[in-house]
């Protein structure tokens, strides 16, 4: 098919990122996109961390974000000052999410509604051809509304870092796969630097939920509701693997957390508990005539106390299709993610032992299951990078065969 280059919008919040400014500018115009490119970049901070002490030291490198940016005189460059005395966040009302919302808003208000944004940190890799790579995926599927870009952390050579960010990130692909394996609408992972929509979409869902923390989750869970998210691209996104609380969750606080030990918030759930998801998944037609019990029942009753949400579901639906529909945007990305905690809180599970069991039920003759088998006593905090490694790059393998799969293509599984 022939491609049209539509102006791209590059989204960007930045807080605490001097240092990674040059290498991203320099990214930016090593692009080989031969369609217009603008830069939104939105450098931020709270007001009152003028008078903190312990935050005066951001507030001077948001200073020299400002100055550096400003000095290279480009116009595909607009800033919008959300640090400078005077002019930063008031009250609660801050953080990445308010950040990406104030960029993506200045966007909407004069792109055209087929240009297309690309959300990014200041702190992410991208190849010369990620742009154009992003902008083709979404004219070869104009039914799409997102693409959830794949990504990849390189490692650092600091083994805390790379320990932290290995855990994480083999987290982050055991729920990807398993919402992949069970038919999830959801099956996809937000990250805010690897983001892409066409402005059109970006306004029909009122634009980006501003939230201190988590806003990609939320936008992208809005946007799979109103439509298909891509999660394929043949270009990655390379976030950084970084110690960092700039946010309140997300990478740089998992690694935080799980540096000292405490990874109780991103456990390797038992692959049965998705299991009972899909069984759920599964009785919705059944459920659109008759009352029937799903496995997530106590969990639903539970979460939704004043309502048959069945009931409910079915005198506003109207056909068959549009209850499935409905039963999916009910027990929608963040349900499934409190019933998986909400099992989690009722059970003491191993995390080694659930991942063997996953790869020993899903993945038999995988050549990573027979490595940590041969461990005495395989545990995350104890085994070497070199195999931890080695497991996240067999997820990575698994991943990317879902994310190829199209399978997502398809209305809801």
């Known amino acids: 098919m022939s491609y049209s280059y539509p102006d791209v919008y590059i989204a960007i919040p930045v807080l605490n990122e001097f240092n990674n400014l040059p290498a991203l500018i320099e990214s930016i115009?090593?692009?080989?996109?031969?369609?217009?490119v603008m830069v939104y970049i939105c450098v931020n901070q709270p007001e009152?961390?003028?008078?903190?002490?312990?935050?005066?030291?951001?507030?001077?490198?948001?200073k020299r974000s400002l100055e550096f940016l400003s000095n290279l005189h480009t116009p595909c460059i607009t800033l919008?000052?959300?640090s400078s005395a005077g002019k930063g966040w008031i009250g609660r009302k801050h953080g990445v999410g308010y950040a990406r919302r104030e960029v993506m808003e200045a966007i909407a208000k004069v792109a055209d509604d087929d240009s297309i944004?690309?959300?990014?940190?200041?702190?992410?890799?991208?190849?010369?051809?990620?742009?154009?790579?992003?902008?083709?995926?979404?004219?070869k599927h104009p039914q799409a509304v997102a693409l959830a870009v794949p990504y990849y952390h390189r490692l650092t050579g600091d083994e805390k870092a790379d320990r932290a960010i290995l855990r994480y990130e083999i987290y982050m692909r055991y729920y990807a796969i398993n919402l992949f394996r069970i038919g999830s609408p959801y099956a996809f992972t937000a990250l805010g630097s690897a983001i892409a929509l066409r402005v059109k979409d970006?306004?029909?869902?009122?634009?980006?939920?501003?939230?201190?923390?988590?806003?990609?989750?939320?936008?992208?869970?809005?946007?799979?509701?109103k439509g298909l998210i891509l999660t394929w691209n043949l270009e990655k996104v390379y976030p950084a693997a970084r110690f960092s609380d700039r946010v309140y969750f997300g990478?740089?606080?998992?690694?935080?957390?799980?540096?000292?030990?405490?990874?109780?918030?991103?456990?390797?759930?038992?692959?049965v508990w998705f299991d009972e998801i899909m069984a759920t998944y599964q009785l919705f037609t059944g459920l659109f005539t008759t009352q029937i019990k799903t496995p997530m029942d106590?969990?639903?009753?539970?979460?939704f106390p004043e309502e048959d949400i069945w009931e409910k579901l079915r005198s506003n639906a109207g056909s068959l299709k549009n209850f499935v529909r409905a039963c999916h945007q009910k027990i929608d990305g963040l349900r499934v993610l409190q019933y998986l905690k909400w099992k989690q809180r009722q059970a003491s599970e191993n995390d080694e032992k659930n991942l063997v069991s996953f790869l020993e039920t899903f993945f038999p003759d995988a050549d990573i299951l027979r490595t940590i088998q041969s461990e005495a006593d395989f545990s995350f905090s104890?085994?070497?990078?070199?195999?931890?490694?080695?497991?996240?790059?067999?997820?990575?393998?698994?991943?990317?065969?879902?994310?190829?799969?199209?399978?997502?293509?398809s209305e809801y599984q």
């Open 298 to 303: 106590d969990f639903l009753e539970m979460t």
């Open 202 to 225: 970006y306004k029909s869902i009122g634009g980006i939920t501003p939230k201190m923390s988590g806003e990609d989750f939320y936008f992208l869970q809005k946007l799979r509701k």
């Open 251 to 271: 990478t740089g606080p998992a690694m935080l957390k799980g540096a000292a030990g405490d990874w109780s918030s991103y456990p390797i759930y038992r692959h």
């Open 117 to 139: 944004i690309i959300s990014l940190d200041a702190d992410t890799g991208f190849n010369p051809s990620y742009f154009d790579t992003v902008v083709k995926n979404l004219q």
């Open 29 to 36: 115009k090593n692009q080989d996109y031969k369609g217009r």
């Open 48 to 62: 009152s961390w003028w008078k903190d002490k312990e935050k005066i030291a951001v507030c001077n490198d948001n």
């Open 382 to 409: 104890k085994a070497d990078i070199g195999l931890l490694n080695e497991i996240r790059d067999y997820l990575v393998l698994v991943e990317n065969e879902y994310q190829k799969g199209m399978k997502y293509l």
């Open 80 to 82: 919008i000052d959300k």
